[in-house]
């Protein structure tokens, strides 16, 4: 995967970082430019300057598509910071006057404004949802605003930032927990908030002797957190253990950071004006130097890896001999230390399931934007450079998902109806089987049931007077004689079988026929 990096002293650069060259100069301000922000199609490069504008600016041919204020004549304090939102349509931005503004791309014209500050505001940053905004000043304090209600929620501040070198110059959100956000002070000190509870989640002290420049989350290792400093030195820190886990020393002040998302390529810029390129899965030892500015470098930020982009090439990433084994060894546990992160290449990548495998520098270049097919004149209206929509498509009728979708609901359907059938049946069966039985017991209630036919025969029963007494019209019909007939007044006997009847009726005659 190619790497294009932006950077910023009194021009813009941008660099190839494979090649260790510039492939564009752009200058949008007259004086020094102290932030420099990609868009979310990496087309637009938005950059904050002491002149007080924001110029949008396009990557390549460094034509001006738009500033903020619109009003060239609009007289406005040194912007010192600046943040795209998600979808680029929102820029929020702070400088010397204390205040945080939103800007509505579309409408080229402030949302919201935040006055909380107190002094000059350093860095802005929104979360990851975009509901929030996080700002920090030279006085030390941070804090949370909330784009719903329109003010600010929280505030955060360390006991240092009573005393002298108390100014916040850093601040990241977290990409896997999304509540924490790491800052970096002018005291050394790097400390991780959790916007949630309201309170430090990990405090890192006395590893820095020098104001700290800037704060980095790696994008691929939800655990590992790394700092610069004008000490010239990069810390990396387990967020989970709370600890240093390795550190690289440069040979000048560092004044910027950035972290690729390959998650194994920091660049750090120095306050001579040179940008040192890392590789963690290797030494210590830069494996390219940026030149290029003769001032120092302000800002640096990769180009946005899509996220499509990120998943073809885990999903044709395929590692090998000791690769295979680093990282087998590396994810069996989730702590990082200062032997993994120097010597296993991959050690970086599988907390996560990253892979040290990537795109090429034309997967990281096609945009699936209108903007990429057009020349420039053709893209200097805002809202379309910015729309947050510009890269949904939309969903057609034949769309595998609305198909997908279908067949399940017919499917759902068809079982649905072969139930109800089958319920429909297996009641109506039960229904004539219960019929049945009553009307049986009914029959065998009045009638015998004579040998070798299924015709009923009216029977007769001798009482104990010896008088003969009619069929009866109730007869028992199961074992507990609940139901046991009764027959003038006296319970009579269960009806007989057949032979008996017979028999009985045979005596009945023969006795009546001796009577005078």
């Known amino acids: ?274 940008i040192l390129i890392f590789d963690l899965r290797l030494s210590s030892t830069p494996k390219n130097i940026l030149s290029g500015h003769s001032q120092s470098v302000n800002y640096m930020e990769f180009q946005h890896v899509r996220k499509d982009k990120e998943k073809d090439a885990k999903a044709s990433a395929k590692p090998t001999g000791s690769t295979t084994a680093a990282t087998t060894t590396a994810s069996s546990s989730s702590r990082l230390n200062s032997a993994t992160l120097g010597s296993t290449p991959t050690s970086l990548l599988t907390q996560r399931g990253g892979s040290s495998t990537r795109s090429s520098a034309s997967d990281l270049l096609a945009v699936d934007s209108p903007v990429k097919s057009k020349a420039v004149s053709d893209i200097l209206n805002p809202s379309d450079v910015f729309s947050p929509v510009q890269d949904v498509k939309p969903v057609s009728t034949d769309s595998p998902i609305l198909s997908s979708v279908r067949d399940r609901y017919k499917s759902l359907e068809e079982i649905k109806g072969e139930a109800a059938k089958t319920l429909k049946e297996r009641m109506s069966n039960r229904f004539m089987s219960s019929s049945l039985s009553a009307r049986e017991l009914h029959r065998t209630a009045h009638f015998g049931t004579t040998e070798g036919s299924s015709t009923p025969t009216p029977t007769n029963i001798t009482a104990p007077n010896g008088s003969q007494s009619p069929a009866l019209s109730v007869t028992s019909v199961d074992a507990s004689g609940v139901f046991s007939p009764v027959a003038n007044g006296v319970f009579s006997p269960p009806p007989p079988s057949t032979s008996t009847s017979t028999s009985t009726s045979t005596s009945v005659s023969a006795s009546s026929s001796s009577v005078p």
């Open 1 to 274: 995967m190619a790497a294009i990096l932006a950077s910023c002293s009194d021009v813009i650069l941008t660099h190839d970082v494979a090649n260790a060259s510039s492939t564009s100069i752009i200058r949008p301000h007259a004086g020094r430019i102290n932030a420099v922000r990609w868009n979310h199609n990496n087309q637009v490069l938005a950059s904050a300057a002491d002149d007080g504008r924001i110029v949008l600016s396009h990557h390549s041919s460094g034509a001006v598509l738009g500033t903020l204020p619109a009003d060239a004549t609009d007289s406005r304090s040194a912007v010192s910071t600046l943040c795209f939102s998600m979808g680029s349509r929102y820029l929020v931005s702070g400088g010397a006057d204390r205040m945080v503004r939103v800007w509505d791309l579309k409408k080229k014209d402030v949302a919201s404004t935040f006055k909380s500050h107190t002094e000059a505001v350093s860095v802005v940053t929104f979360n990851p949802a975009d509901t929030h905004i996080a700002s920090a000043d030279a006085g030390g304090e941070i804090l949370l605003h909330s784009l719903v209600s329109n003010q600010a929620v929280a505030a955060f501040k360390t006991s240092e930032a009573t005393s002298g070198h108390r100014g916040i110059q850093a601040l990241q959100f977290s990409p896997f927990r999304k509540s924490l956000l790491a800052s970096g002070s002018d005291n050394g000190s790097v400390v991780i908030w959790d916007i949630n509870s309201r309170a430090q989640y990990a405090h890192f002290q006395r590893h820095h002797e020098a104001p700290v420049t800037a704060v980095a989350f790696s994008p691929v290792n939800n655990l590992l957190l790394c700092s610069a400093a004008l000490d010239q030195r990069i810390f990396f820190f387990d967020t989970q253990e709370k600890k240093l886990v390795k550190s690289i020393e440069a040979e000048h002040p560092l004044t910027s950071l950035a972290f690729h998302g390959d998650g194994h390529t920091v660049a750090a810029g120095t306050q001579n004006g040179s």
